[in-house]
């Protein structure tokens, strides 16, 4: 199969690692993405109701601080539902968890979520009483019975170096966070359709995941524009996002506008240390899927 006859994001994906002369392996990459004619603000659709293109859409990765989107949705929850009342110091936490996408922030406000703290190891008994209230946001989103959903776990805060006492026990019996790029764009589109928990909170959500102050600034540990996808996204295109980036992997979630109306949504994970390490892979596959997609502004 030539590729002028293969899928869209299979022929993406070919030339991905072409551009980078085999330091990427097709299982290094996955990612999906969906283009809209207008913005699906309160659609009444789900994220895979209408064409999308993927490859290795579905595959499990541990998605670093891209699961900071799901954490903010869990807590909003919460705060619908009258059982937690943000001060300013939660106002704070959640700002700079999505903002600049600190990781102390994160561990803060998954204890207050759970109201379940850190700490030194517990007794058996007393751990799994623990463990009962920090899954809260697993069976949460398990709620929602989506399939998309079924592989995720949502399960613990992220973290500098790695997590100590009850929380390394945590993650040593109930292993380490998964999200799929199908799942995470998932969300996404809900969250840009005013569909997770209801419209106001979604754009309260949206508020706080704009990209485009970023853009005018350098690269820095709190950017997630530059080395990510929004470094190929024209300025005429708004972009609001989630990113995350550690030794081993390096992610972005996405939903873009631009000024005739369309929109996109997209979802890209990578894995390994060329990737994790490179400020150009997912600008690179940014600029293929808009090229692709014919959405460049």
């Given at each position: ?18 551009c ?18 207008q913005?699906?603000?309160?659609a ?19 998605p ?39 990781n ?6 998954v ?7 850190g ?6 008994l ?9 899954a ?10 989506w ?23 945590a ?37 706080l ?23 190929a ?7 609001w996002?989630?990113g995350?980036?550690?030794s ?25 240390a060329f990737c ?5 892979v ?16």
């Open positions: 199969m030539s590729e002028s006859t293969l899928p869209p994001a299979e022929d993406i994906a070919r030339r991905l690692i072409r980078f002369d085999g330091n990427i392996g097709p299982d290094d990459f996955g990612f999906v993405y969906r283009v809209y004619d913005p699906p603000r309160n009444p659709d789900r994220f895979t109701d209408s064409a999308v293109h993927g490859y290795r859409a579905e595959e499990p990765f541990y670093a601080s891209v699961i900071k989107l799901f954490f903010m949705v869990a807590l909003l929850k919460r705060v619908k539902d009258g059982e937690l009342v943000l001060d300013r110091e939660d106002e704070r936490a959640l700002a700079d968890m999505i903002r600049v996408s600190s102390d922030a994160t561990q803060y406000l204890c207050r979520i759970t109201d379940a703290w700490g030194k190891p517990l007794p058996q007393e751990m799994t009483t623990w463990w009962e209230k920090r809260w946001v697993q069976r949460y989103f398990e709620s929602y019975n399939p998309e959903f079924s592989p995720i776990r949502v399960l613990h805060a992220t973290y500098e170096e790695c997590p100590y006492g009850r929380d390394r026990i993650r040593d019996l109930y292993g380490m966070n998964v999200l799929t790029p199908l799942a995470a764009a998932s969300m996404m589109h809900a969250i840009a359709a005013g569909r997770v928990i209801d419209a106001p909170t979604s754009q309260r959500m949206l508020t995941l704009s990209r485009d102050w970023q853009r005018q600034e350098g690269d820095h540990a709190g950017n997630q524009v530059h080395g990510f996808l929004g470094a996204v024209p300025k005429g295109i708004r972009i996002s989630k995350g980036h550690t081993t992997t390096r992610h972005d979630l996405a939903y873009m506008e631009d000024k005739e109306g369309r929109a996109m949504t997209v979802a890209a994970f990578t894995r390994g994790s390490g490179s400020m150009t997912l600008g690179t596959l940014g600029e293929l899927i808009l090229e692709a997609s014919r959405f460049e502004g």
